[in-house]
T-cell receptor, first 117, second 114 residues
Framework: DAGVTQSPTHLIKTRGQQVTLRCSPK?????VSWYQQALGQGPQFIFQ???????QRGNFPDRFSGHQFPNYSSELNVNALLLGDSALYLC????????????????FGEGSWLTVV | AQSVTQLGSHVSVSEGALVLLRCNYS??????LFWYVQYPNQGLQLLLK??????LVKGITGFEAEFKKSETSFHLTKPSAHMSDAAEYFC????????????FGRGTSLIVHP
């Protein structure tokens, strides 16, 4: 049973560039959330996707956008990169609805380390 | 809105000693509470969760946490620390309904001395 997988694992971008990060959810999960974790901080919620739509969004600017595909995988796009966007970006998946493994538990991937120079 | 406060950014213990990592939450409705562990250069792994069943929750690798509503706390404990327990620990809270978006604390770094 594959867990949450993310790619790439590491990348370096220049200020002003754009980046796309990818995520495949845990098998059977239909909801994907993205988090930003700056060095020494806890994860900060960016947004959540369900049924290919953004269901909820955290306090992040419009430069951060996403997409969910019919197979539930997801992308995070960040435009006009700033030095402050350097962080570990975590994807998490969950299952909507009720049940033992339902939405009250999210499972994280290993993350994508983004460095902006 | 819900929130968590983790007391102490760093906790240092000797191998074999008791581990106590503190977490206090704030929520206007009954919460779900979680502890996650993050080893260096890795993602977050779920240690244990409270979902309104038993107030004492046992997790992986010998950790447990007790939900105390009167104290709004969910402290993480382990009777005997092992070197392999050295990691960053995050407490998180979410609430019923909606999309269960958890809010994380700032984390506590557990240091284990030989």
């Amino acid at each position: 049973d594959a867990g949450v997988t993310q790619s790439p694992t590491h990348l370096i971008k220049t200020r002003g560039q754009q980046v796309t990060l990818r995520c495949s959810p845990k098998s059977g999960h239909d909801t994907v959330s993205w988090y930003q974790q700056a060095l020494g901080q806890g994860p900060q919620f960016i947004f959540q996707y369900y049924e290919e739509e953004e269901r909820q969004r955290g306090n992040f600017p419009d430069r951060f956008s996403g997409h969910q595909f019919p197979n539930y995988s997801s992308e995070l796009n960040v435009n006009a990169l700033l030095l402050g966007d350097s962080a570990l970006y975590l994807c998490a998946s969950s299952l909507s609805g009720t049940g033992k493994d339902s939405g009250n538990t999210i499972y994280f991937g290993e993350g994508s380390w983004l460095t902006v120079v | 809105a819900q929130s968590v406060t983790q007391l102490g950014s760093h906790v240092s213990v000797s191998e074999g000693a008791l581990v106590l990592l503190r977490c206090n939450y704030s929520s206007s409705v009954p919460p779900y509470l979680f502890w996650y562990v993050q080893y260096p250069n890795q993602g977050l792994q779920l240690l244990l969760k409270y979902t309104s069943a038993a107030t004492l929750v046992k997790g992986i690798t010998g950790f447990e946490a007790e939900f105390k509503k009167s104290e709004t706390s969910f402290h993480l404990t382990k009777p005997s620390a092992h070197m392999s327990d050295a990691a960053e620990y995050f407490c998180a809270v979410s609430v019923r309904g909606g999309s269960y978006i958890p809010t994380f604390g700032r984390g506590t770094s557990l240091i284990v001395h030989p």
